[in-house]
């Protein structure tokens, strides 16, 4: 299964992004390893709730929301990891220009700041380190670390370097100018997110409510969803329902969804 999978990712260009997600989340599993969990949990939740004698509506929502887990959780984690790094990069930055102003290269400066600090942003700036001492430009190797991140504060970073080391100035205070710009984002951030909870919140509800009623109606009683499923109509009715919803989901999802 995970060897089909890995077919699958490598055919597929489209799905890079999920692997980069992956990375990214920093589980010790593949991209390829995550996606076979998602199809063995996918074909165990069609087949047991097939043996049961499930509707047939039922049994693709189950299979398309339990299957869908371990990709959802993969997901959360990279989230989770990068905020986290987001959250840890201005102090390193801080440090890294009190390293710089002290007189230490910056490559140097690097590894030991990495090895002050613990969590993600210390495991991805010592692996920087690391492709610096084995030869790799420091400006490349934090290019692919603001990618493989998402992270366009690092992109800055790098390009701080390369300019430093090709014309020189003044590092630190460009260094000290980025972390000062990232905390106070970071502080604008927060003030949005704290003024936008409802609206979140109450999108997220009356996304989930609906499927949710549908189920536990099905299980109760599934004679009065069958009526509703047996005829074109119904159908007709009920994917018309479930496109209004994700409609107006993405809609409120986009409306506070404030870009800081």
Request: net charge neutral; with cysteine; proline share 5%.
């Amino acid at each position: 299964m995970e060897r089909l999978a890995g077919r699958v990712l490598q055919r597929r260009p489209e799905l890079f992004r999920f692997v980069g997600l992956v990375e990214r989340s920093g589980l010790d599993v593949g991209a390829a390893e995550v996606v076979a969990a998602a199809m063995v949990v996918g074909g165990a939740t069609g087949v047991l709730l097939t043996v049961l004698g499930m509707p047939v509506m039922l049994v693709a929502m189950a299979v398309v929301c339990l299957g869908s887990l371990p990709l959802l959780a993969a997901g959360v984690a990279a989230r989770r990891r990068r905020r986290r790094f987001a959250a840890d990069l201005p102090g390193l930055l801080q440090l890294l220009a009190g390293a710089v102003r002290a007189g230490f290269p910056v490559s140097q400066a690097l590894m030991g700041v990495s090895d002050e600090l613990t969590g993600p942003v210390s495991d991805e700036f010592r692996r920087v380190a690391s492709e610096s001492g084995l030869g790799r430009p420091l400006p490349e190797s934090l290019s692919a670390l603001a990618e493989r991140m998402g992270s366009d504060d690092v992109a800055w970073v790098g390009m701080a370097i390369e300019l430093h080391q090709h014309a020189g100035g003044n590092l630190a205070e460009v260094l000290d100018t980025v972390a000062h710009t990232i905390t106070q984002r970071e502080r604008l951030r927060a003030e949005v997110a704290t003024l936008t909870a409802e609206g979140r919140i109450s999108a997220l509800v009356l996304g989930l409510l609906p499927p949710l009623l549908t189920g536990v109606i099905t299980v109760v009683n599934p004679g009065y969803v069958a009526s509703l499923l047996d005829e074109p109509l119904g159908l007709a009715m009920v994917v018309g329902a479930a496109v209004a919803m994700v409609v107006g989901f993405v809609w409120m999802h986009r409306i506070v969804g404030i870009d800081v």
